[in-house]
């Protein structure tokens, strides 16, 4: 039986994770986003980092445009559109 982990634990695993995402599989962002849920940590802007579908880490950036950044998914072909957010100083 495997021990469980601390919280602290699971952050430290998840940021170790999301340093090398381009070489992941599905199946482990599939296991990451579970352990991320158990422990309620949430991802943030990470979730952006892989297609929230398919969970592949293959995204591709189509366009900018008004603020907004159009994003597509090499394996599945959906689109996502995120707000650019500006810094006003």
């Given at each position: 039986?495997?021990?469980?982990?601390?919280?602290?634990?699971a952050?430290?695993?998840?940021?170790?994770?999301?340093?090398?995402?381009?070489?992941k599989?599905?199946?482990?962002?599939?296991?990451?986003?579970?352990?991320?849920?158990?422990?309620?940590?949430?991802?943030?802007?990470?979730?952006?980092?892989?297609?929230?579908?398919?969970?592949?880490?293959?995204?591709?950036?189509?366009?900018?445009?008004?603020?907004?950044?159009?994003?597509?998914?090499?394996?599945?072909?959906?689109?996502?559109?995120?707000?650019?957010?500006?810094?006003?100083?």
């Amino acid at each position: 039986m495997k021990t469980p982990f601390t919280k602290e634990q699971a952050k430290e695993k998840i940021e170790e994770f999301f340093r090398d995402i381009k070489s992941k599989k599905k199946e482990d962002i599939k296991k990451l986003k579970r352990l991320a849920s158990h422990y309620k940590i949430k991802l943030k802007d990470k979730k952006k980092k892989f297609c929230k579908y398919c969970f592949s880490p293959k995204l591709k950036v189509k366009k900018i445009k008004k603020n907004m950044n159009i994003v597509k998914c090499e394996e599945c072909g959906r689109s996502y559109r995120w707000k650019i957010k500006t810094k006003i100083s």
